[in-house]
């Protein structure tokens, strides 16, 4: 994860790298975390996967706050 955000700040000249995550899949928001993005909003039952409603939670990444 982070070698793919170097490559965005550094060659792709990006300022920002956002993403969205499954609210109940713990293990990649910590990685997420891991690296220096933080929650930025949640789309509440936006995800529906095997009759259920998901909320996906949006986060983000400015250049200078990777880890």
Known sequence: MRTACRYGFERMRLHRIS???VAG???A???Y???GFV???RLRESFRR???WYDKVVM???EG???
């Open 19 to 21: 993403l969205t995550v």
């Open 50 to 52: 095997d009759g259920r």
């Open 65 to 67: 706050e990777l880890r």
């Open 60 to 62: 983000g990444l400015l």
């Open 33 to 35: 975390e891991k690296v």
């Open 39 to 41: 929650e930025e909003g």
């Open 25 to 27: 899949n713990h293990a």
């Open 29 to 31: 928001r910590r990685v």
